[in-house]
C-alpha cells in the first residue's frame, strides 16, 4: 500500500515513539561525554607567528606580494622538515634555545613527531604565517614553539631568496583545544535522535498493516463502519485466561461507547433492506477481535430494546461461552447433530434482550455442520423469533466455514486490527467473500491506538465490568467493555 508521509505523519510517529528517541539520544550523548572526558588524550596547543616579506621599501605592491610569498612559504614549511633541527630539541633555557634531542627522544619527540604536530596557515590573507603546535603535553608545546619561531625564519631566509622573515609572537603555555567535548556530546545527542526517529519512519513506511481509515477506504470497495478505540487498564486482575466477572471498575471512552453506537445505527439502517435480519461478523485471521467486536456489538444492539441473539459458530477456537460466563455444555454444535433442540440449548436473557448459543463442544466436522439442512431450520427459525441475529464464525483466511454460511445471511461484517492485519490478507478474505456472491455489510478497524491519532474527545462516561479477550487460548490485554450497569444472571448459566 503507498502511504502518504507528511507534516501529521511525522508529528504522529514522533508522538507514538518520543520516549524511544529521547532515551536513544541521552545514552548516546551520556557515552559520548564520557568517552571524550575520560577516554580520549587532551589536545593542547601553542601558536606562534612570524611575518614574511620582501626586502626593500614597503610598498602596496609588495604587501600584496607578502601575501604571496607567505602562501608559498606555507608550502615549504608543509612539504620540508628541514627547519627542524637533527640535534637538539628545541628547549628555550634563559636566552638560550638549545637542549640536547637525545634527553627528550625517549619520549617520542623525534623529528616525524614534531612534524606531524605543526599546522600552517597564513592569517587573514597577509603575510603573518602563524603555526600552531599540537600536543599532548601544554609545556612541550611551547618549547617546541620557541624554538621553531627561530629556526623557521632562518629556514625561510635561505631559501626564499630576496625575503625578510621576522618573529612576531613567542608561544605560550598550550591551552586545550580538543577534544571538543560538548560540540561532539551535542552532535551524539541529535544523530541518535534523528537515526532513532528514522528507524521508527522506515518501519512505519515499510508497515503493510492496518491503520489509517482514509487509506482503508481507498484501498477496499467496502462501507468502513467505525474505528473501536484501545482501553487501557491497570495491572489489577490481569490474567492469562479471560475474566469470569462482569463486576469491577473498568472505565470505557466516550469515543469507544459512540463507535458501537454507530455501527448499531448503521446496522439497523441497512438490514431491513437485505434478505433477513441475520449477519455474520469475523475477521481475515485469529486475534483480530471479531469475538470482542460481536460481545460488545450485541450488548450495544440490546440495549436499544430489540430482541437479540448471538451464536458462536466459531466450533474450531469458541470464545464467546467465556465472553459472557456461560458453560459450554451444550450448544451450536448439539443442535445440528441433531443432539438437542435450540430450546434446550440457547442461554435466555444473558443481558436483556440479549440471548446466548454457544458452540458446544467442538464437533470433527465444523464445516460439514454449517453445510447441512440442520443450520438451514436452525436459521429459518431464529430469524422469525429475533429481531437481530449474529454469528460469531471462524476467520476467513484461514478455514471456510465463514463462507459456507454467506449464502444464507444478510451479509458480514469484516473486523481488522490495528497494527497486525496486512493489507494483503484484508483484500484476500474480501475476495474470498466475493467469491462466493457474500455481501460486506461493512468493515471495522479494531484496537486503534488512540494516542496515535489526533482524536481529542470529552471523557463523561465509565462503565462497570470489563473482559479479557482471548482467541484461541491467548490472552489479550484487559479493557472495558461498552455499556453502563449490565449484569450477568449467573444462575441463568445453562439456558
Same mark, same amino acid.
Given at each position: 500500500?503507498?502511504?502518504?508521509?507528511?507534516?501529521?505523519?511525522?508529528?504522529?510517529?514522533?508522538?507514538?515513539?518520543?520516549?524511544?528517541?529521547?532515551?536513544?539520544?541521552?545514552?548516546?550523548?551520556?557515552?559520548?561525554?564520557?568517552?571524550?572526558?575520560?577516554?580520549?588524550?587532551?589536545?593542547?596547543?601553542?601558536?606562534?607567528?612570524?611575518?614574511?616579506?620582501?626586502?626593500?621599501?614597503?610598498?602596496?605592491?609588495?604587501?600584496?606580494?607578502?601575501?604571496?610569498?607567505?602562501?608559498?612559504?606555507?608550502?615549504?614549511?608543509?612539504?620540508?622538515?628541514?627547519?627542524?633541527?637533527?640535534?637538539?630539541?628545541?628547549?628555550?633555557?634563559?636566552?638560550?634555545?638549545?637542549?640536547?634531542?637525545?634527553?627528550?627522544?625517549?619520549?617520542?619527540?623525534?623529528?616525524?613527531?614534531?612534524?606531524?604536530?605543526?599546522?600552517?596557515?597564513?592569517?587573514?590573507?597577509?603575510?603573518?604565517?602563524?603555526?600552531?603546535?599540537?600536543?599532548?603535553?601544554?609545556?612541550?608545546?611551547?618549547?617546541?614553539?620557541?624554538?621553531?619561531?627561530?629556526?623557521?625564519?632562518?629556514?625561510?631566509?635561505?631559501?626564499?631568496?630576496?625575503?625578510?622573515?621576522?618573529?612576531?609572537?613567542?608561544?605560550?603555555?598550550?591551552?586545550?583545544?580538543?577534544?571538543?567535548?560538548?560540540?561532539?556530546?551535542?552532535?551524539?545527542?541529535?544523530?541518535?535522535?534523528?537515526?532513532?526517529?528514522?528507524?521508527?519512519?522506515?518501519?512505519?513506511?515499510?508497515?503493510?498493516?492496518?491503520?489509517?481509515?482514509?487509506?482503508?477506504?481507498?484501498?477496499?470497495?467496502?462501507?468502513?463502519?467505525?474505528?473501536?478505540?484501545?482501553?487501557?487498564?491497570?495491572?489489577?486482575?490481569?490474567?492469562?485466561?479471560?475474566?469470569?466477572?462482569?463486576?469491577?471498575?473498568?472505565?470505557?471512552?466516550?469515543?469507544?461507547?459512540?463507535?458501537?453506537?454507530?455501527?448499531?445505527?448503521?446496522?439497523?439502517?441497512?438490514?431491513?433492506?437485505?434478505?433477513?435480519?441475520?449477519?455474520?461478523?469475523?475477521?481475515?485471521?485469529?486475534?483480530?477481535?471479531?469475538?470482542?467486536?460481536?460481545?460488545?456489538?450485541?450488548?450495544?444492539?440490546?440495549?436499544?430494546?430489540?430482541?437479540?441473539?448471538?451464536?458462536?459458530?466459531?466450533?474450531?477456537?469458541?470464545?464467546?461461552?467465556?465472553?459472557?460466563?456461560?458453560?459450554?455444555?451444550?450448544?451450536?454444535?448439539?443442535?445440528?447433530?441433531?443432539?438437542?433442540?435450540?430450546?434446550?440449548?440457547?442461554?435466555?436473557?444473558?443481558?436483556?434482550?440479549?440471548?446466548?448459543?454457544?458452540?458446544?463442544?467442538?464437533?470433527?466436522?465444523?464445516?460439514?455442520?454449517?453445510?447441512?439442512? *440442520? +443450520? @438451514?431450520?436452525?436459521? =429459518?427459525?431464529?430469524?422469525?423469533?429475533?429481531?437481530? #441475529? /449474529?454469528? &460469531?464464525?471462524?476467520?476467513?483466511?484461514?478455514?471456510?466455514?465463514?463462507?459456507?454460511?454467506?449464502?444464507?445471511?444478510?451479509?458480514?461484517?469484516?473486523?481488522?486490527?490495528?497494527?497486525?492485519?496486512?493489507?494483503?490478507?484484508?483484500?484476500? *478474505? +474480501? @475476495?474470498?467473500?466475493? =467469491?462466493?456472491?457474500?455481501?460486506?455489510?461493512?468493515? #471495522? /478497524?479494531? &484496537?486503534?491506538?488512540?494516542?496515535?491519532?489526533?482524536?481529542?474527545?470529552?471523557?463523561?462516561?465509565?462503565?462497570?465490568?470489563?473482559?479479557?479477550?482471548?482467541?484461541?487460548?491467548?490472552?489479550?490485554?484487559?479493557?472495558?467493555?461498552?455499556?453502563?450497569?449490565?449484569?450477568?444472571?449467573?444462575?441463568?448459566?445453562?439456558?
Amino acid at each position: 500500500m503507498g502511504k502518504t508521509f507528511g507534516i501529521s505523519e511525522i508529528l504522529a510517529i514522533l508522538k507514538r515513539h518520543w520516549v524511544w528517541v529521547l532515551a536513544v539520544a541521552l545514552i548516546l550523548g551520556v557515552v559520548t561525554l564520557g568517552f571524550f572526558s575520560f577516554s580520549v588524550e587532551k589536545t593542547y596547543t601553542s601558536t606562534i607567528a612570524v611575518y614574511i616579506c620582501s626586502t626593500g621599501e614597503i610598498t602596496h605592491s609588495n604587501a600584496l606580494m607578502s601575501q604571496e610569498v607567505a602562501g608559498s612559504a606555507v608550502v615549504l614549511l608543509t612539504m620540508s622538515d628541514d627547519y627542524i633541527s637533527d640535534n637538539y630539541l628545541p628547549i628555550k633555557e634563559g636566552e638560550t634555545i638549545r637542549t640536547e634531542f637525545s634527553d627528550y627522544a625517549a619520549k617520542g619527540y623525534g623529528k616525524e613527531k614534531i612534524k606531524s604536530m605543526l599546522e600552517f596557515t597564513v592569517v587573514n590573507n597577509t603575510g603573518v604565517i602563524r603555526v600552531a603546535i599540537n600536543g599532548a603535553d601544554k609545556e612541550m608545546t611551547k618549547d617546541i614553539g620557541n624554538s621553531l619561531r627561530d629556526s623557521i625564519c632562518q629556514y625561510l631566509k635561505g631559501t626564499i631568496v630576496g625575503t625578510e622573515v621576522k618573529p612576531v609572537t613567542s608561544a605560550k603555555t598550550g591551552v586545550v583545544t580538543g577534544p571538543a567535548v560538548f560540540r561532539n556530546t551535542a552532535i551524539a545527542f541529535v544523530l541518535g535522535a534523528l537515526i532513532t526517529y528514522a528507524v521508527f519512519a522506515i518501519m512505519y513506511i515499510l508497515d503493510n498493516t492496518i491503520k489509517d481509515e482514509e487509506t482503508f477506504k481507498s484501498a477496499f470497495d467496502v462501507p468502513f463502519l467505525g474505528e473501536i478505540p484501545r482501553i487501557a487498564q491497570g495491572t489489577k486482575g490481569n490474567s492469562k485466561k479471560p475474566s469470569t466477572s462482569y463486576s469491577g471498575g473498568g472505565a470505557a471512552s466516550f469515543r469507544f461507547v459512540e463507535t458501537f453506537k454507530s455501527i448499531r445505527t448503521a446496522l439497523f439502517y441497512v438490514l431491513p433492506t437485505m434478505k433477513n435480519n441475520i449477519f455474520a461478523i469475523s475477521s481475515p485471521g485469529e486475534r483480530e477481535g471479531k469475538s470482542t467486536i460481536t460481545f460488545n456489538l450485541s450488548a450495544s444492539m440490546a440495549e436499544a430494546n430489540v430482541r437479540v441473539l448471538v451464536i458462536d459458530a466459531d466450533m474450531r477456537k469458541p470464545t464467546i461461552a467465556k465472553y459472557f460466563c456461560l458453560e459450554n455444555k451444550t450448544g451450536l454444535s448439539k443442535i445440528l447433530s441433531r443432539q438437542c433442540t435450540f430450546e434446550d440449548a440457547v442461554n435466555k436473557n444473558v443481558v436483556p434482550n440479549l440471548d446466548i448459543l454457544t458452540s458446544g463442544p467442538i464437533p470433527p466436522n465444523p464445516s460439514e455442520l454449517l453445510s447441512g439442512e *440442520a +443450520i @438451514d431450520q436452525l436459521l =429459518s427459525y431464529v430469524k422469525d423469533k429475533y429481531d437481530y #441475529v /449474529i454469528i &460469531d464464525t471462524a476467520p476467513i483466511n484461514i478455514v471456510t466455514d465463514s463462507l459456507l454460511l454467506l449464502n444464507k445471511i444478510a451479509g458480514i461484517v469484516v473486523v481488522s486490527r490495528y497494527g497486525t492485519t496486512p493489507y494483503n490478507e484484508m483484500q484476500k *478474505a +474480501i @475476495d474470498s467473500i466475493s =467469491s462466493v456472491n457474500g455481501t460486506v455489510l461493512g468493515s #471495522v /478497524i479494531n &484496537d486503534v491506538i488512540i494516542a496515535d491519532k489526533a482524536y481529542s474527545y470529552k471523557k463523561g462516561y465509565k462503565y462497570t465490568y470489563k473482559y479479557s479477550y482471548s482467541y484461541g487460548g491467548h490472552s489479550d490485554r484487559k479493557v472495558a467493555t461498552t455499556f453502563q450497569n449490565i449484569g450477568i444472571d449467573k444462575s441463568n448459566t445453562n439456558k
